[in-house]
């Protein structure tokens, strides 16, 4: 049997919890199995409750940080059950945690992660890696985005210009040019639309991007979104819930003094937010002739899809189209970390995700 590597996160969506089964044997990686755990009651709105008030106990911390693990644990146990696999096959795990607070711009940079590695390591008896943004700002790097490090091992290729876009909660932007490695968070992906289309529609996520669709984008509020000074920041560059949320949505709103905008086109402007700030990251910093391929829950939004096509003017493909499925290459990335880890490639602070 070929030797097995888990990654398991949570992302910024926190919908669900991913676990992957990763053969790296072969040149290109191959999922061997995956699970989704839906999130336990009121995970998601503790997480977001904290991150929005930047406020909670240290006994509160300590518990979210001892049940993430748990759950985390859970899934991966589910995960082997559910699909046969042989505990003895699995190498290790690799576990990024739930994001609690993300703060590279802060005097002294830190990121924070929940869901103790000692408690998956000791519920699954499989040894568990992690804390790897950490590791990433221990190194130089900005701690996020970790995707660019692995796009670059498995889908980078000396004949052709590629993007690789991750869009989940966040969008972030691996460019794969012979010669260059850049990669760096967009801006918002799914975390401003989900929040609006539930707030507004009662609805998880706009699905198919439907409402957005059958909306009209209010370019007075896009511009007074565009013109925050994140999107002129140059790469790389790291952001998350703690700067883009809905008091910064808020304030966007009363800023561009059109009290009178529909929750539907709201919604279509969100989209167009999403959309232009990866089309810019795109002709910043891309070769005009780049091939963009998806991935990540966003990769399924057929309306920003076509939008961004539309705007780039060349066809958009998925990762899909590279071997590895959308739904499933971050977890690969971090089945990857760990594989890295364990064989010395490199170490807890060797990480560095920029260059």
Same mark, same amino acid.
């Given at each position: 049997?070929? &030797?097995?590597?888990?990654?398991? +996160? ?5 919908? *669900?919890?991913?676990?992957a089964a990763v053969c790296f044997d072969a040149i290109q990686p191959k999922i061997h199995a995956t699970y989704s755990a839906t999130v336990a009651p009121g995970y998601k709105e503790t997480y977001l409750r904290i991150?929005?008030?930047? !406020?909670?106990?240290? @006994? ?18 589910? $995960? ?10 699995? !190498?290790?795990?690799? =576990?990024?945690?739930?994001?609690? #607070? ?10 924070? !992660? ?6 998956? /390591? ?12 950490? *590791? ?10 970790? /995707? ?5 091992? %498995?889908?980078? %290729?000396?004949?052709?210009?590629? $993007? ?9 932007? =691996? ?21 609006? %289309? ?57 800023? $561009? &003094? ?8 709201? !919604? ?11 089309? @810019? ?5 891309? *070769?005009?002739?780049?091939? %963009? ?13 076509? +939008? ?19 739904? #499933? ?6 089945? #990857?970390?760990?594989?890295? @880890? ?9 990480? &560095?995700?920029?260059?």
């Amino acid at each position: 049997m070929s &030797k097995l590597y888990l990654g398991v +996160l949570s992302g910024t969506s926190m919908d *669900a919890i991913d676990v992957a089964a990763v053969c790296f044997d072969a040149i290109q990686p191959k999922i061997h199995a995956t699970y989704s755990a839906t999130v336990a009651p009121g995970y998601k709105e503790t997480y977001l409750r904290i991150i929005n008030s930047g !406020q909670c106990s240290l @006994n509160e911390l300590g518990e979210l940080d001892q049940l993430t693990g748990e759950l985390f644990a859970e899934a991966i146990n589910e $995960c082997i059950r559910i699909n046969k696999l042989n505990k003895a096959d699995i !190498q290790a795990i690799g =576990s990024h945690g739930q994001t609690l #607070w993300h703060a590279p711009q802060a005097k002294r940079p830190f990121s924070l !992660q929940l869901g103790d590695p000692n408690v998956i /390591a000791h519920r699954t008896g499989i040894t568990t890696i992690a804390d790897f943004r950490r *590791a990433d700002m221990a190194a130089g790097g900005p701690g996020a985005p970790l /995707a660019p490090i692995f796009h670059k091992a %498995v889908f980078a %290729v000396p004949t052709e210009s590629r $993007c690789i876009i991750n869009i989940g909660g966040f969008s972030n932007i =691996s460019v794969l040019e012979d010669g260059k490695h850049l990669g760096f968070d967009c801006g918002p992906g799914n975390c401003l639309m989900d929040y609006w %289309v539930e707030s507004h529609f009662n609805l998880d996520y706009d699905i198919d991007g439907k409402i957005a669709a059958s909306g009209t984008v209010n370019h007075a509020l896009l511009t007074a979104m565009l013109d925050d000074p994140y999107f002129a920041q140059p790469a790389p560059k790291s952001t998350g819930r703690e700067y883009f949320n809905t008091a910064w949505l808020q304030e966007k709103l009363t800023a $561009c &003094k059109q009290a009178d905008i529909s929750p539907t086109d709201i !919604q279509a402007t969100l989209l167009s937010l999403t959309v232009t700030s990866i089309a @810019n990251a795109i002709k910043d910093y891309a *070769a005009p002739s780049t091939n %963009v391929f998806l991935c990540g829950g966003g990769s399924k939004n057929l309306a920003l899809r076509n +939008l961004l096509g539309t705007q780039l003017e060349r066809e958009i493909l998925t990762t899909s189209a590279l071997g590895i499925e959308p739904d #499933w290459v971050e977890a690969a990335l971090f089945a #990857w970390f760990a594989k890295q @880890n364990l064989g010395g490639v490199f170490g807890i602070s060797g990480l &560095k995700t920029s260059t």
